[in-house]
């Protein structure tokens, strides 16, 4: 698209006639004038008085024109500086089948759950670059980090139990995400690892996991998923359980305070989205997403322009001056 930077200087434009119509007209000396026989047919003189003015015109203009600095804009380019990069590690070990949730008022399990909550807070970090691990009996990097938010919130639904086994290697996801960030230039590195168990697979422990933690710039929030408490039918009738033994919210709350971040508990769906609001509170969604819009300056055409008609009046008045002198009649 063809625009102007500084439209506004073409407001100038006027500007010598306006000078011109304002400033007192000198008076006019007497004219000598040549016998006819030294006369060229030439145009009268209102003529000849107008084309006098066409190339200071036309020089004028151009030299306005490169002045407001003409340039031709391409398509914008999404830009976004600060926007935080997140890094989801999901389990996908089988007790995240565990059916103790509600969703829609229905039962369903952790990992249902888990799917659509984390879905829509995917999709509405706009401005934001977000990836997925997904682990079990090990980590893997299922979606790497990316700005399409509607393919990782996709990804994330799909993503079932046995993917990646049936354990649960969290040390292991943990060092994933803090290894895929060694080489990411964000200043804003974070991580949320929803888990609903303890380290039971995988080769780096409890200990080395916190240790990683605490000596990398990665913020991680741990989220505990899984209700306190759940009615199964036995032999002798109804009894309560917990369901939630095998989470390990002592070292899900030290991975987050050793990191910068915060361990969250969640009980149920509506805990879960309380959750992300706060994490949406706690990391603000970047603000609205910035353009870069590549451009390529045209000003040097006009400008180019202008002096060559510059150069071409006066090659044009120092022919007339030579004219004059030669036409002159002798003493």
């Known amino acids: 698209m063809f625009t102007f930077a500084l439209p ?7 500007l010598p006639f306006i000078v011109r119509k304002l400033l007192p007209r000198s008076p006019q000396a007497a004219l000598w004038l040549p016998q006819q026989d030294y006369l060229v047919p030439t145009a009268s003189s209102g003529q000849k008085r107008r084309w006098s003015w066409l190339l200071p015109i036309l ?3 151009l ?7 003409p340039r031709w804009l391409d398509e914008p380019i999404p830009l976004n500086p600060e926007a935080r990069e997140i ?4 389990d996908l070990s089988g007790s995240m089948e565990m059916d103790d949730m509600t969703l829609n008022g229905r039962r369903a399990t952790r990992l249902e759950a888990a799917h659509k909550i984390l879905a829509d807070f995917i999709r509405r970090r706009s401005g934001d670059r977000i990836g997925l691990i997904v682990y079990a009996d090990d980590a893997y990097v299922y979606v790497p980090i990316t700005s399409d938010l509607n393919t990782v919130a ?12 049936q354990r649960t290697a969290l040390g292991d996801a943990i060092g994933l995400a803090i290894k895929y960030f060694e080489d990411r230039p964000s200043d804003n590195k974070v991580v949320l690892m929803l888990t609903d168990g303890m380290i039971n697979a995988g080769v780096i422990d409890a200990n080395a996991a916190i240790h990683l933690a605490a000596n990398h710039d990665v913020k991680i929030h741990t989220i505990g998923i ?10 002798f009738g109804e009894r309560r359980i917990n369901p939630s033994t095998d989470l390990d919210e002592q070292f899900l709350t030290t991975i987050a ?4 971040g915060r ?5 149920s769906t509506e805990e879960m989205e309380e959750i992300y609001q706060i994490i949406d509170e706690i990391e603000p969604i970047a603000a609205a997403e910035q353009y870069f819009r590549p451009f390529q300056s045209l000003a040097a055409f006009p400008l180019a322009a202008a002096l060559f008609f510059a150069f071409l009046q006066l090659l044009l008045g120092l022919r007339l001056g030579s004219l004059r002198t030669v036409r002159r009649p002798y003493d």
């Open 8 to 14: 506004w200087i073409l407001a100038l434009w006027p």
């Open 59 to 61: 020089i004028w203009s």
């Open 63 to 69: 030299l306005i024109s490169a002045a407001a600095q």
């Open 87 to 90: 890094m989801i590690a999901l």
């Open 154 to 165: 996709t990804l994330a639904e799909e993503a079932s139990i046995g993917l990646a086994g």
């Open 226 to 235: 899984g209700s306190d408490e759940m009615v199964v039918q036995g032999l």
């Open 257 to 260: 305070q050793v990191s910068g």
């Open 263 to 267: 361990y969250f508990r969640g009980r």
